[in-house]
């Protein structure tokens, strides 16, 4: 949540008509907001009219590895229309995470309330004449219910409890000329989750406590634009916003009982400036410079979003300057390598007040830090069907354990490992 860099790198994706994955875009990582990919219909629903009939699953990742920039679970998608794309193109996903769900996850989770898990998307785009228009609404959400009795001391409890997410984005996208275009993307998120719980017992009578979120809106701008400086040559600049906040309260039937609740917010902000190179038919380079901010204050009387006896807590991370490149090279007609790498300068501050008793502290501190990232990965096409990998990045040096008899342990299910690939995705066009 505190990586711009990541989050730039996922929602500012250049569209095109080259159908690939999010394993792809994983491989290139930053550098991937340069590139062609059907993913863009996440955020740039009005993309989908260049997939009218596609077909893509993701694996998702064998375990979560320092390397990657996100880990999904897997998921399906379809995209359809006629030849002519008379009535537009309209399509379905399943389990693709929706933008907004690691917020509430993490808000809710604080709480002990399970984050969105189910998680459905639908798509619709239609072009007219040089601007197209695109909407995409996506659903997370989780319920549960558990009760327990025991006849012998006549008690029972019941607790009820979920989260949902709904996130409604829309695009339009003008051709300017042939050798430009712009596009404009929104979405607006609304989140909430509750929690209850009741009981009933002979000796103590009844009891009912209820936590229930507060707000829970969040808001998406992207800008970008695409200026061809010659058939071989894109200059790709992007400037995006987001929000996020949602709150608690608490309430009980119990006349003891104080009040309590909190709030959590987000704001970031980021922008790039690259390109798009082709020196030959079968080669691509992308990269660019990019910058990006993320502020994140928590408000709360318990320390249930931030930590024990914590009353309030600021933390602002700045990136700049960020460096991203990226290769793609069609070794042969059917076997593709692809190789991203970055380097960003970090700096995170965080402010905090804390109660102890009736002692309110403060403090401070700041950590500069200079990450940087490279992954590779391998397509193979076999007709209409493409298969992308991301390969472990410790893949060249052990070949595998199956191979090498290399272990290099995950610990705590992040780390190196010894799987070859760490991600699979798949497009197949009909």
Known sequence: MKRTLMVLALMAIMFGMAAATETRVATFG?????INDYTDIYFLPANAVF???LIAAEMGNSFPVASDTGWSYGSAAMLFSNAEQTFGVVGFDINHDVDGSAFLTNAAGSLGIQGPDN???IFYAKKLNNLTAGLHIGWAGVSTTSKATDTLDAFSSETEGGSNLWLFNGEVMMEVNENTSAELGVGLKMGSFND??????RTGGSYETNLE?????GFDLELRAEYGMSDNLKLIPIIGFGTNSIGYEGSSSDTTYHPRGGKISEMNFGGAFGGNYKPAENVTIVGGLFLGSDNETIEDTTGAFGTANMKTEETSTFIFPGFCAGLEVDLLKWLTLRAGAAKSLEKTTVKFEELHGVSLNTGE????AAPYYYAFGLGFKFGKLAIDAKL??????SLGYFIS?????????VGIGTEPITSIGMTYTF
């Open 30 to 34: 930053p550098a991937s907001m340069f």
């Open 51 to 53: 997939y009218p009939r």
């Open 392 to 397: 472990n990045n410790n893949t060249p040096y």
């Open 213 to 217: 979120s507060d707000g829970g809106m």
């Open 405 to 413: 008899g290399i272990d290099y342990p995950t610990g705590m299910m």
């Open 119 to 121: 998680k459905f998307h």
């Open 365 to 368: 501190s700041t950590i500069t």
């Open 196 to 201: 209850k719980y009741s009981e009933n017992s």
